[in-house]
Every structure is written in structure tokens, then in C-alpha cells.
């Protein structure tokens, strides 16, 4: 029994307080360049409710286990996932994408991953911790990676071509259309890193934008990873990767003993169900047509976005394909400091000479009036109006 000490507990949230009013928080809506979010109120009871349960342990956890069952149906459902597929619940993109990339290494035997200059980082770490090497292709001008290019690096050496659906910088789509052809024509293991753009992408399409189809549908296609934790409005940690072959998650799968499964496929072991649960119970509350909506909104406030950026003088790097905007400048890690001073937050592009602002649900058209007139002093200041 543990006797609850009342006096050492305030010291200790007092502590625990102090330093998180060093935090940026989603809620104070100042965050303009991160790809995660509030959870939605729905995803904090349902965490807190399931915080002591272990997915590592299903038959400790069979109930958990179950609802991890149910979301990985619903993310199945909306990828339109074929019957022989199956899917493992990961910690985010990092995770599924090394995931993916161990399967591609199990079954391929070989250690060449063909992916554009736009993929995130993770994959250095997959570079690195698998011994693989990256053979990098170039993007176009609209920064997506050039087929042709693609075509001259596949070799006898190579182990799974990837491809974004919505890229970290600018949330632009590759061919993936044309991308699942070549690799289906040439067996190639091919990996769709929609780790953002997952929950946005189909339901663009309802909403009558133009975007390339990208999931299951694509015979080409053979895996799929996508967070909830972004555009999926659940807690962090959350992500799906899929495959479309329920055998390929035994190629890195291990014999597990001492638990209630005979097998245990993925990177970790002990793991909460908690974020699982936060994210069905959102998933349930909002459906696909909360989803849809949800898209709506945020395409609504990033076409207000671009407008108010251009009324200031400034231009956007592309026009954007989803809730991305990255906005041209000439010193952006200059501007990202300034505009942190001024208690906001926007990340920067180097590469790109941009900074991005991702338009997540929390961010409304009068956030973005109150922003605006920051940037453009903060523009003025630096020289850069
Ligand atoms: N794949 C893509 C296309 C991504 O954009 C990201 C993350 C990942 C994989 C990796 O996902 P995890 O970070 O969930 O493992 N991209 C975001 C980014 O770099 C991650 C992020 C999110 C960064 C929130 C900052 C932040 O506040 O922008």
C-alpha cells in the first residue's frame, strides 16, 4: 500500500510545472511547424484509461489486444488493404519506416534502398543501423522524385524502392501510380512513406482535389506506413505499418517463450496500448466523414494562409498539395529564431531557403491573422521585406 504523501507530491508537480511552462504547447495554438497536434479531447481519456496495459503480453492484455485488432482494421479500411495483408502497430514513422525496411532486407537478401532526396531522416538511421546503403534520386521541380531518374538506379543490388505520400517538407506526393508499376514489373519491394500524408490523401480525393492514388489499390504497392499521431489526431506515440502479405511480418518475427505469444514480430517488446486505445476511440468518434471534415478545415485555413502570405509580399515554394506551405526567404534559420523569440514556432528548410508551416487542426483562420502581421514585421526587421 502506498501512503500518499501530499507535501512531497506538490514539490514534485510544482517542479513538474515550472519546467513544462517552458514548453511550446499545441493548445496555446503558436505552433505553426509541427506535424503533430492537441489529441483530441476523446484520445486523452481513452490514454489515461489504458495506461497500465502491455501489447507486449496479449494474453495479459487480450481486451487491448482486441482493440488493437479494431484499429488495425479501420487503418486497413481506409488503405484499402487487401485480405492476404496485415499490419503492425509502430511508434511513428521512424519505426514503421525501419520496419518496412527490415522486411524489404529479410525477403530481398540485399541492401540497397532507391529513395528521392525528399525522404526524412529516418532512413540514415535504417542506413546505419542495417548496414544498407541509400542510392538517392533526384526530385523534380514540383519536388517529386523523377522516374527517370529512378529507372537508371535499380540494380541486381537492390532491395525496395520507396516513395512519399506527403513529403516531411512540403507534403507533395510522388508518382507513386507510376512507381508501383515499375516495381511491380521489376519485384521490387516497394515502400509508401505516407506518414502524414496517410490520413490526408484520401480524403482529399472526396473533397475533389487532384492527387495520385497511393494506397493498396496499386497492385505495385507493398507496404504503407502511416501516423496517427499526425493527421490522425490521436497521442503520440502512433503509426500503422502495412504489408500486403500477412507472411512477410514472420520474416521479422522472433520466438518468444517466456510471453503469452508464440511469436513476436517488430522492434520493441513491451508496449503501451494506451496510444492504441486513444487512437480507436478517436477513430470511432470522428469516422471518416469527422475525418473528411477535418481535412476540409485545415485545407480551408491553409488556402487562407497562402493568400495572407502573398498579400504581404511573400511567395510559397509550390502551391501546396495538402495543409504544408513552405514559404520562400532568404535566410529562413534567422527567421525561425526571431519568429521563436516572438513565441512562435515554424520550422525551417534549408535546403529549400524556406520555412514550413503545417496547418494542423488546432490552427484556425484567426490564428493565422494574428501570425501574419509577426512575420511581416519580423520580414521587415531582418530585410527580408
Ligand atoms: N516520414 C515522414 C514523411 C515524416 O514527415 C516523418 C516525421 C517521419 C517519417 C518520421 O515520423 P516520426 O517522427 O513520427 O517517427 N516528420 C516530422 C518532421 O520532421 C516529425 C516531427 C513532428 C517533427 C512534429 C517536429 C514536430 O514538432 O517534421
Given at each position: ?36 497536434t492537441v489529441p483530441h479531447p476523446i484520445a486523452k481519456e481513452a490514454y489515461m484509461q489504458f495506461l497500465e496495459t502491455n501489447l507486449g503480453d496479449p ?111 512540403l507534403g507533395t506526393i510522388d508518382p507513386i501510380p507510376e512507381l508501383s508499376d515499375l516495381c511491380s514489373d521489376e519485384h521490387l519491394f516497394f515502400h ?59 520474416c521479422i518475427s522472433v520466438d518468444s517463450p517466456y510471453i503469452s505469444s508464440e511469436k513476436q514480430s517488430g522492434l520493441l517488446g513491451t508496449r503501451s ?113
Amino acid at each position: 500500500m502506498i501512503t500518499p504523501n501530499n507535501e512531497k507530491k506538490q514539490v514534485i508537480f510544482h517542479e513538474l510545472t515550472q519546467l513544462q511552462h517552458r514548453d511550446f504547447r499545441f493548445s496555446d495554438g503558436h505552433i505553426l511547424g509541427s506535424m503533430c497536434t492537441v489529441p483530441h479531447p476523446i484520445a486523452k481519456e481513452a490514454y489515461m484509461q489504458f495506461l497500465e496495459t502491455n501489447l507486449g503480453d496479449p494474453e495479459l492484455c487480450s481486451g487491448s489486444k482486441e482493440i488493437e485488432s479494431r484499429y488495425l482494421a479501420f487503418i486497413s479500411k481506409l488503405l484499402h488493404a487487401p485480405k492476404t495483408s496485415t499490419g503492425q502497430i509502430v511508434s511513428g514513422g521512424t519505426e514503421g519506416n525501419i520496419t518496412a525496411m527490415w522486411i524489404a532486407q529479410q525477403l530481398s537478401g540485399k541492401k540497397e534502398i532507391i529513395l528521392p532526396t525528399s525522404a526524412h531522416f529516418s532512413f540514415q538511421k535504417i542506413a546505419s543501423l542495417m548496414s544498407m546503403k541509400l542510392i538517392e534520386v533526384p526530385v523534380t521541380k514540383e519536388y517529386v522524385m523523377e522516374i527517370s531518374q529512378l529507372k537508371k538506379k535499380i540494380r541486381k543490388t537492390t532491395a525496395a524502392v520507396v516513395g512519399l505520400a506527403g513529403s516531411t517538407e512540403l507534403g507533395t506526393i510522388d508518382p507513386i501510380p507510376e512507381l508501383s508499376d515499375l516495381c511491380s514489373d521489376e519485384h521490387l519491394f516497394f515502400h509508401v512513406d505516407a506518414a502524414f500524408g496517410g490520413f490526408v490523401i484520401p480524403f482529399l480525393k472526396e473533397l475533389g482535389y487532384q492527387v495520385p492514388e497511393f494506397d493498396f489499390r496499386l497492385k505495385g504497392v507493398s507496404s504503407i506506413s502511416i501516423d496517427s499521431h499526425k493527421m490522425g489526431y490521436a497521442a503520440i506515440p502512433l503509426g500503422t505499418l502495412l504489408v500486403r502479405k500477412k507472411q512477410w511480418l514472420e520474416c521479422i518475427s522472433v520466438d518468444s517463450p517466456y510471453i503469452s505469444s508464440e511469436k513476436q514480430s517488430g522492434l520493441l517488446g513491451t508496449r503501451s496500448g494506451a496510444p492504441v486505445a486513444a487512437g480507436y476511440a478517436v477513430a470511432q468518434y470522428l469516422g471518416l466523414k469527422g475525418y473528411r471534415q477535418m481535412v476540409k478545415s485545415c485545407m480551408d485555413v491553409t488556402g487562407y494562409t497562402e493568400k495572407r502570405i502573398e498579400e504581404i509580399g511573400l511567395s510559397l515554394v509550390l502551391k501546396p498539395t495538402m495543409n504544408v506551405l513552405g514559404v520562400k526567404l532568404n535566410r529562413p534559420g534567422l527567421i525561425v529564431k526571431k519568429l521563436s523569440e516572438k513565441g512562435w514556432r515554424v520550422n525551417k528548410v534549408e535546403r529549400l531557403s524556406c520555412i514550413r508551416l503545417v496547418l494542423m487542426p488546432q490552427i484556425t483562420k484567426q490564428i493565422i491573422d494574428e501570425f501574419i502581421p509577426v512575420l511581416q514585421k519580423t520580414c521587415e526587421e531582418v530585410g527580408e521585406l
